[in-house]
């Protein structure tokens, strides 16, 4: 961290500091699982409030409830923006943006009255469980997958991009044929769409090709995306392998150069060709 | 096994010990083949009577024999606990409990009057299959899978974690597209259960998106689900492999180069050629 | 092969036999695509009388055709007993078997007026293309395939067995929960037939759940089918692998014990520790 | 490339030459930005006209709008072919080709009146767009994906010839089991279509078995498809690993002890230590 834009803290602002922003002390584990109940709560209330059986009711105790969550939360955003070594950059961070996106719609829908989508941003609460996720034992399980994804990232950009087109234009041939059919191909877009649901092997059904030809070509589809499904499985094992033998390799460091990353059976130093 | 809390047993329990829980013996074996099958019988009548033709037609048989599986089985429990070395531990049991399960619905049913589930809890019976496991040749294979399981266990299940956060979002998302035009998307907990559907490429179809930038983020979620199923295949797949080759290796070090990483089969040093 | 059963043939026999039963000379292998050929046109016929429009219009023309294939598949059936080393064993065989499966349909039909079935054996005419296999180019291919899913055979079976125990278990936990909400669930059978459509995520959506416990119950079945996935995967993947690796093993033989199987890195035999 | 038969250039051609044809110097890469917007705007525009609410909305500005596309691209045509060193190689080649296949429809349709589906034959324009794909950052990914399946073709070939097989011996069973029951299974055509949507996990549920042994055999069929989608994903990922391992590994030999498999960040020998 850089030091030098830290503003200077009270000893009781960093006490704070180290309660609310890390997880190594027994008061900052208690106060993350505190939170991450409370999210998960509020993340329940919002869902149960969408069912129409529970909102006609319940009203009363969700709108009493979403204010108690939105105070807490309100709260907790001053206490990190005041706790915060660097406060302009906690605001504009990215869990910044976030914690102020959670506690915005039930102010926003309270003085100017509330578009129906303001409610549901606040599911976004759950992406806060990202940063708690710090606690948790599986930290270096989450590191890797991430890291394997990370290296795959470029191969299989190349192969949703080449998924993509290929649906366009599997999508095309198949609104030709069964346009006039009167079976749910009714343009090229919802026939492309088709094409994705069934390259996928997902097939809702709810368009389905009826011509003998359309559905010879859609069994050549499905077994096409059958063949190519294996594609990012492939990427993605090769690369989690090369990940687990890394880890693998000999911990030894060179006496001379003092570089690492030797083989098992190496018994002299690549870089330098000194004695291991 | 901790002797010391085991109990005597009379020449007569010991036999029938052999018989019941081992399988080495052709008594044992011969015992756990009827055990199979008459479990197998018990499953695939529960299984029968649930089916409304069967049941009017061979309501009196089915009641029959449910009465001789349910005596059959509670003579084979009494029987485990009697000639058990240690019949508290057996009883409380993870087995224990299966085989006590098995049996008591027939009699709660009988006094009680049954409740409909009851019946079903007779399924349980299944779970007594996985100790017969024992006798079958395919034992290593399972143990095989069963520790590449154990092993990618914590990855699989920050996967899924985040999984369900991620439906949890998307399902949020959809909900707020789709909610105003009567597609099934009623709520956001449906509209949850509908992105795992779409994610996991299973595709019921019985909610499918109808407004066309719905089907566009639902073709985006495929596409995505379609490199997400990468995921869990890489972890398995990678920790197989290591089992595999891990198995193949021979721990043997060679007493003249002290060299290792001999194949199994080797009986001389392939770098030094001296005696293993 | 047994020589010492093996009948004398005249060389007219001989002659046919190479043609009929080898792919090496130029005869054999026109008499092997002449041969694809016609089994391709006569399962292409069959499928097409299957259709009610083609039935009504070709009636007269598909009994023709079939009369022709039957005569000409019943002629080569007894060319292939004629000019057999060994009649018997050719009859008894499993090829055998199915050559007359392909032509007895249509005799049974005309003596003694056909059920609806009986046409339809005759797609296993498509079986005999297997044997016909040995003259692609892709024979070396098929064999690594089918060796590398021989290896993993019992793993897969062990795999399988546990998937049919799940669904039973499943099936019949979802048959409580969704019987009395007429939503398709309508006897344990059935459940499991639902269960094995979701955890395979095929999805058919004929019977999906309405009940939020049930929706909540599909929506954990799908994702642990999800994870399943990677088993058989993993299984296959890892022992195509191994086969892989050992086409690359090194392919001395030791001078001195006249064994192989060396690695490349190996400087003596491993076996009899002499020099390589 | 053979340069005998190329033609003389002017400078002023050979300037445009490479303009057009690559993409090294800024110009190109201008031109290559600018071809691939208008395509996708091109391609947009024909993918609206087949939404009906558009086509009333909009019939003119499309008509305009496809003029415009279209003489941009003739012009682009004959640029191409002016300043080409081989015109007649290049009208004959895949690319050649496809450029043509993107003007022509509209002049068609102009002068003799167009045919429903010439319209859709403009989609094609998206293949061009694999052309421009050699100015992204990603040809080397792409290139390794093309090198995997390349070297995969073979087995995945003999793969789905016995998916062929397979789907229309099982679409067959089916038909026999089905047929009676009015359930979708109209013809064996059909059921081979089914099988294969099956098989692949797709699952449209437009026809789904309703007898309790073709639910039962349909149960069989998912599973077994189950298993079988490990293949390909196995052949994928065998050779992707070959493929990512040899790039790994150098081609080096140490001069003093003749050993290789050196990393390709080595300096030295790991195995004696003397510089590499």
Known sequence: MNTRTQRELSPFQQRWHSIIFEADTPAGKVFDI??????????????????????????????????????????????????????????????????????LPTYVEFFFGGAHFLLTIRILRLMRIFRIFKLVPFLNESKQLALALEHSKRKIMVFLFFILLLTVVLGSIMYVIESDYNSGFTSIPVSVYWAVVTLTTVGYGDIAPVTPIGQAFSALIMIMGYAIIAVPTGIVTVEMSRLRNEEDVDQRICPHCMREGHDANADYCKYCGSKL
């Open 34 to 103: 505190i939170l991450l109940i409370v999210i998960l709560i509020s993340v329940a209330i919002v869902m149960m409030e969408s069912v129409t059986g529970f909102k006609v009711k319940y009203d009363h105790l969700f709108r009493v409830l979403e204010w108690v969550f939105t105070i807490i939360f309100t709260i907790e955003y001053i206490f990190r923006v005041w706790c915060s070594y660097r406060p302009k950059a906690y605001v504009g961070s990215f869990y910044g943006l976030i914690d102020l996106l959670c506690i």
